[in-house]
């Protein structure tokens, strides 16, 4: 039995990792990567989004039969039939750290106790933690996430950063950590557009609370869940692999303001990684399973200017029908909007919103149990349309739904998009690889091999094929994992 660091790194293929080692030759990544085993993750999931891939890997049932689609879904009745690997872990005495992995909110009420630490993702509705000293860079890491959907906020919560700067050493936040953050700060002042790297150092800020919490505890299994690389990727694809694309929209000047910006997301990645086989090197017991649900890949080089959000999510509903106490806002990612909707109102609230028309698109929408809705609003480089929406026969302003054409200060939208190939590869001191393969494994294959190393039964419904064909290559593959 090993204890296993998952380290959630959402989202990168091979490409990227390739193309990083072979830019930087004396990274650590290129130095350890050959000494791992190495595999291509796939998700044969039918929607490749985050918020669904992810269960999937974690649960070893693929969307169709765990039904998560959404941020903000009741999951009570979900975890109880296909519950994520951390709770049949910590349920069997398996001592687990979970830390942002997605859907891991909220802070589990029962058998909390069994969890060496608990930081739930950021889409929580609060900052509870355990221990409740996380609690201190939750709340900073919620507030800047909040502001930052689609365009990163220029204004900082100082109240919650002042807060962690006071207890940066229970924390466990490096001083360089703070001098990097400093610099950040005046590179900004003569760089203004540098302030989309704040997505960076949430996620370094942190890592350093995931291992001070780690090497403090040491549990049997833990995750770290991190995006800053993908949020990179989505934006900048296009100024890092110009030639992935038949039609390039962007200018040269835009492409080498850009062009880095992958380069540094991965660059904290391999000073992460650097510290974490440090650790296993010191406590051999350890491995470090580094792993993506799923990929990304090039899709289009246009450029967006502006992107149409709701502003007033209350004014918006107000205009369907919808009073105030009618509906409650549940977590999303712009331009998503996720809602529970009272009883009774849900059905004429989307007839209502099958007739909204917005430069000639309708919103999407995607329903699941107990009134659950989600909402989402696609409409890019709006200010060449007129600022007006119909719903029905009736024309409104923005201003009268409570809609913003947002200026996008990069004109990017997602350069890159989901794909089904992610990386995985395994570090473990004891076990040093020289070949590499990169076998295929089905992202459903992870958590029944997570089970089988710690010699816990996998059960029924991870073993089933069925009508899920690809169950049967993620069994068969629990071999060449373990």
Known sequence: MKKIVLFELNEVPYKVLDQYCKDYPASFLTKALRYCRQYTVSSDDEVLHPWTTWPSLH?????????????????????????????????????????????????????????????????????RTHPATASIFQEFNLAMTRDSGRTVAKRIHWSSAVNMLLNCRRLGIQPSTFVHIAAQAVEEKWAPWKRIRRRTYQAVLGFD??????????????????????????????????????????DQAWRETYRYEIDFAMTKVDGFLKRLTDFVDANPDYSIWVCASMGQAATKAKKVETQLIIKNLGKFLKAFGLDQDDWERCQSMIPQYNIRVRHGKIAALRESLKTLNVAGKAVRIEESDGGFMSLTLGVKNIHQFQPVAMIGPRKYSFEQLGLHSQTIEDSTGSTAQHVQDGVFFIYDPASRHQKIVREKIAALAIAPAILENFNLPVPFYMRETGDHPVGALAYQSLSAIC
Do not use: C
């Not at 039969?65 to 690997?85: C, M, S, V, W, Y």
């Not at 910590?90 to 969890?115: D, M, Q, R």
């Not at 949020?231 to 100024?239: I, K, L, T, V």
């Open 209 to 250: 609370v995931f291992m001070q919490l780690l090497s403090a505890t040491r549990p049997d299994f833990a995750t770290f869940f991190t995006n800053h690389v993908a949020s990179s990727m989505h934006r900048y694809w296009a100024a890092k692999f110009p030639d992935d694309y038949p039609e390039y929209d962007f």
């Open 59 to 127: 649960r070893g049932v693929g969307v169709q039969r765990h039904r998560i689609k959404n941020f903000g879904q009741d999951l009570t009745a979900i975890n109880q039939e296909f519950p994520p690997i951390w709770q049949i872990l910590a349920s069997h005495g398996i001592k687990t750290g979970v830390f942002g992995s997605l859907h891991s909110s909220p802070v589990p009420k029962n058998n909390l106790e069994a969890y060496a630490f608990y930081v739930p993702d950021t889409f929580a509705d609060d900052a």
